[in-house]
């Protein structure tokens, strides 16, 4: 059971949902950056959360299928098809040994997306290092041979728990996640006062949740780099030692210029953390694409208490929905 | 210094820093430690994040609340022995100078030493790994001799080569893999800082007590 790579588009890795549990000694939790689009799109092919799937950026890649499986992907599309036959995002199809997945290279979501993430019937079965199959990329481990996904490179499946009826079922789909953010509109995401906050001057705040930030064409995977007006600090604050960063983590370097933390950080940094985006609103940093706006929005720690509950009821209906039509996997809510 | 409380600040709604005031000494790190092995066993808290001086705890907010959390780091605080962790001796064979070390000679210029005197100085000192962080098996060390802090380069390198050994300000350190970097490379060594298929992944252990030993000098 395998798939084959016959174009990775700009850059595609084997994910799942992280390694964690190794923050002590600098390894970076990794994984999918929207753990929501890929907890679905696995749900989707009967797989648990915690399969591995594809990670794809920007489009523009090719799929082979060397078994009958089936298939679900989730975030942007990129107008994807299957063999000329569309598939939406967060739809689960049948597909045949021989058929091909194509993205193409321009978005076509509503709102449109950055990264797409593909579920396979059974995951990508590479052998889990240190408890993930994610690729760490930085490090040079996990996934496949520890690098990005090249042409030609065939990728082992694991075993599905699908029957066969289950397999061939027709298609079916469940609802996409709502980012709450109109067509049109900047990416807003919720935040926290992070521990250096006060080191900050009063306008820095002000700008901060004021202005629209753009995502910069350097962000990547460790971080989202946002351009906007220079962030300024106190006079006399100190350099602070270095500390625990998380994902979400909005640290200010010296330019001002704000960078908020993903998935493949560095596990500790040392430039002033002004605000850390909520756990609910980081797939949505996955999501936005470079060169959009991005808004952020101060909340307490309730607000993102409710956020996170509104994202565990959003999975816990789409896992009803699934166990409903007796569709096998992981139905837990989690 | 073990009377003082931390700082305890949420870093996001899923994680609680924890942190002693400047500036960092062994001392404090100990007692860091201490609250990490305690912290470890606490329900719901799911990883620890060390820094200098500091502990961040990742925690599942379903399982303890955060003012539950911090209510539990300052229980255990005045309670905490800032014993020593059982560090190892590890000898670390650095080739210094030359290709494996092209900043040595600023180095030596910056500090008013020879290539050789801050090499003698560099091995003779010993040091211990406060913390790993940053890159996978990246150890924070204490100990530089003073008369050997070089602030960092200007211009970053893009590569640094893996198992390059440098000098960033007060700090001495091995890249464990290529990576961006600005510290002053004074040698190298042969020995690998992480491997992720190894029982024990990373070489270096907080606790460990760390000598470099120069197996050649280039200058």
């Given amino acids: 059971m395998s798939v084959f790579i016959v174009k990775p588009g700009l850059l595609a890795s084997v994910q799942d949902l992280g390694r964690y549990g190794h923050r002590q000694l600098g390894i970076c939790p990794g994984g999918a950056l929207d753990t929501l689009a890929l907890a679905v799109a696995n749900r989707l092919v009967g797989n648990d959360d915690s399969a591995a799937g594809l990670e794809l950026t920007l489009g523009a890649c090719e799929i082979r299928f060397e078994n009958d499986t089936r298939i679900a992907l989730a975030g942007e599309a990129f107008g994807a098809t299957v063999d000329g036959a569309p598939l939406a995002p967060c739809w689960s199809v049948p597909v045949h040994a021989g058929q091909t997945l194509r993205l193409g290279g321009a978005p076509t979501g509503v709102r449109p997306g950055l990264r797409t993430w593909l579920a396979v019937a059974g995951g990508i079965d590479v052998p889990p290092i240190l408890g993930s199959r994610s690729t760490d990329l930085k490090a040079g481990f996990g996934g496949l041979e520890g690098r990005a996904l090249r042409k030609g490179d065939r990728l082992p499946i694991g075993t599905s728990r699908l029957d066969e009826s289950q397999r061939k079922r027709k298609s079916f789909g469940v609802r996409a996640p709502d980012a709450g953010d109109a067509p049109g509109e900047p990416t807003t995401l919720r935040a926290l006062p992070g521990p250096e906050a006060e080191q900050f001057l009063q306008a820095a705040h002000k700008l901060l949740y004021a202005e629209p930030w753009r995502i910069t064409p350097q962000s990547n995977r460790m971080g989202s780099r946002l351009a906007g007006p220079e962030l300024k600090r106190r006079k006399g604050s100190t350099d602070m030692l270095s500390a625990g960063v998380v994902p979400g983590t909005v640290q200010v370097p010296p330019s001002g210029q704000p960078i908020i933390l993903m998935g493949d950080a560095q596990t500790t940094g040392g430039y002033p953390r002004i605000a850390v985006v909520i756990r609910a609103d980081l797939w949505k940093l996955a999501q936005a694409p470079l060169g959009s706006p991005l808004r952020l929005v101060e909340v307490d720690e309730q607000s993102a208490h409710d956020a996170w509950n509104a994202r565990q009821r959003y999975l816990a209906q789409v896992a009803q929905g699934l166990a409903l039509m007796n569709w096998p996997g992981e139905h837990d809510g989690n | ?219």
């Fill in chain 2, 1 to 219: 210094m073990s009377a003082t409380e931390p700082r305890l600040h949420p870093l996001g709604d899923a994680a609680l820093l924890c942190e002693l005031p400047a500036p960092a000494t062994l001392d404090a790190q100990r007692k860091i430690w201490a609250l990490g092995a305690q912290a470890a066993k606490w329900p719901g808290v799911l990883e620890l994040l060390p820094g200098m001086n500091n502990l961040t705890l990742s925690f599942d907010p379903a399982q303890i609340e955060r003012a539950a959390l911090e209510d539990k780091v300052r229980a255990i605080w005045p309670r905490l022995s800032a014993g020593a962790l059982a560090g190892r001796e590890i000898e670390i064979p650095v080739t210094y100078g030359g290709e494996d070390g092209p900043d040595l000679e600023h180095v030596a210029k910056h500090c008013g030493l020879t290539p050789h005197e801050v090499v003698r100085r560099h091995s003779q000192a010993q040091y211990v790994v406060y913390f790993l962080g940053f890159l996978p098996g990246f150890a924070f060390m204490g100990g530089l001799p003073a008369e050997l802090a070089t602030p960092r380069r200007s211009e970053p390198r893009v590569a640094v080569p893996a198992r390059s050994v440098g000098i960033g300000g007060e700090q001495t350190g091995i890249y464990p893999l290529v990576s961006p970097g600005g510290w002053q490379l004074i040698g190298r060594t042969t020995l690998e800082l992480f491997d992720p298929q190894a029982e024990s992944p990373t070489l270096l252990r907080p606790g460990d007590r760390v000598r470099f030993v120069a197996t050649s000098v280039v200058a």
